[in-house]
């Protein structure tokens, strides 16, 4: 009739003939099937571990087509871009200005705030030539301390030096401010290498009054080795910070078996072994410098104990010879 009401379907009077406690479990089971199915379809759109594959799905062709250009490996060509920066940037420098400026970047790289630490980057990077990196050391250094005398005329020579002229004489102005002095000093300052791109490898630094390295006169008076003293510096601010590196550990030791200073470069290899025990290099390098150092019986030691990991290794450690000039 046409105030009766509609029929209920089958669905809805089963429903209704359930208990209060039936219902419940149903509703509950239903929300969890909504959640389980909704996870599943988050895992399934979740971005792969690998963004960019060597190989793209339809690179090959099939029989009788011809030969079409592959996609492009994104990923491939930025590592070889960023081999060919490294390479144009520290591949004609020396080992000790590599080891110098490596353990620099790494010590700013566990303190960004470092002001003293980006000076000194600066003036490895001026050193080693590379002008333009050590111009940003030295901002780097004068946003965390602004207005450092040194930090500002060791920032003036650099600029002149790759011959950025408006913005040495705008430092110019800001120095004389400060210390008339300096910026007289930087003012007269001539760079002996305008004309070639290589960096200044010896005589006294271009201010008198500005701790810009001078390789040649410390050399004099410090003997063999103390070209390396630099990176020994920074080495020893990295264990300084995180005494549990094992790596830096075993780079000190390196830096110090060059500078000829055996007894302290044992002490670094045993420490960082201490760490991270049975490394071969490690064991390796701790042989070469007792050997040369003529501690026969510690020496006796470490081959019996590489030769029980690496009896190549040990062999060679056996006839090696220390030599005067020897690296391990």
Do not use: H
Not at 125 to 143: C, H, I, P, Q, T
Not at 187 to 215: K, M
Not at 224 to 236: C, F, K, V
Not at 264 to 275: D, G, M, P, R
Request: aromatic residues 6%; neutral net charge.
């Amino acid at each position: 009739m046409f105030g009766d009401e509609p029929s209920e379907s089958w669905l809805a009077v089963w429903f209704r003939s359930l208990t209060m406690g039936t219902r419940i479990q149903i509703i509950l089971f239903s929300v969890l099937g909504i959640f389980l199915a909704i996870g599943a379809t988050i895992a399934l759109i979740k971005e792969p571990a690998i963004l960019l594959p060597a190989e793209t799905p339809d690179s090959k062709r099939v029989a009788g087509e011809p030969e079409r250009a592959k996609a492009p490996d994104e990923a491939k060509a930025w590592r070889k871009a960023e081999g060919i920066m490294a390479q144009s940037m520290e591949g004609g420098l020396s080992s000790e200005s590599q080891g110098e400026i490596q353990a620099m970047r790494k010590l700013i790289k566990m303190s960004p705030q470092d002001s003293e630490a980006w000076d000194k980057l600066g003036k490895s990077l001026y050193v080693a030539g590379l002008y333009d990196e050590a111009v940003n050391a030295f901002r780097e250094s004068l946003k965390i301390k602004p207005n450092v005398v040194d930090v500002l005329a060791n920032l003036g020579v650099a600029l002149k030096t790759k011959g950025r002229e408006p913005e040495y004489k705008k430092l110019l102005e800001e120095l004389a401010v400060l210390d008339a002095k300096t910026a007289k000093d930087l003012e007269n300052f001539v760079p002996q290498n305008r004309a070639t791109s290589s960096a200044p490898r010896s005589g006294r630094s271009p201010l008198s009054n500005v701790a810009l390295p001078e390789p040649s006169a410390s050399s004099l008076k410090k003997g063999p080795g103390a070209q390396n003293q630099g990176e020994i510096d920074a080495l020893r601010k990295l264990v300084a910070m995180d005494e549990r590196d094992p790596d830096s550990w075993d780079k000190l030791g390196k830096a110090l078996y060059l500078a000829g200073q055996y007894a302290e470069a044992v002490e670094c290899f045993q420490k960082s072994l201490a760490i991270k025990p049975d490394i071969i290099e490690v064991l390796a390098n701790l042989g070469v410098t007792l050997k040369t150092k003529g501690d026969r019986a510690l020496y006796e030691e470490v081959v019996q104990k590489l030769s029980g990991l690496d009896a190549k290794t040990a062999e060679d450690l056996k006839k090696f010879e220390p030599l005067p000039a020897g690296k391990p």
